[in-house]
């Protein structure tokens, strides 16, 4: 049986990119430059990250996990969040038009 969140999210769930942006990046005192090196990606692609313009993939939350010693999940999951909220704004519609089935 499922729980129902009856408490709409009114603001979207942080994007990974801002996370870079406001926590690590400073914490770490870290450049898009050196961030870049670091990681074996180009500037632009940390940049469309810290812009959130671009969604981590599953190759990128290993790379950020293993430089900043947390877990790829840690990043998947902040993504997955991210891109449920969007997809449900998005939808909402047609999403509303399905009736949810009752148990017989």
Do not use: C
């Amino acid at each position: 049986m499922a729980i129902t969140n009856t408490q709409e999210r009114a603001i979207p769930p942080t994007h990974p990119g801002e996370m870079l942006r406001e926590d690590f990046l400073p914490q770490y005192a870290q450049t898009v430059t050196s961030l870049a090196e670091a990681l074996g990606v180009s500037r632009q692609t940390i940049n469309e990250l810290l812009r959130e313009r671009r969604a981590i993939s599953p190759i990128m939350a290993l790379k950020l996990a293993r430089l900043f010693g947390n877990s790829p999940e840690f990043w998947m999951k902040a993504q997955h969040k991210r891109d449920l909220w969007e997809s449900e704004q998005r939808h909402q519609g047609e999403l509303a038009d399905i009736q949810p089935l009752a148990i017989p």
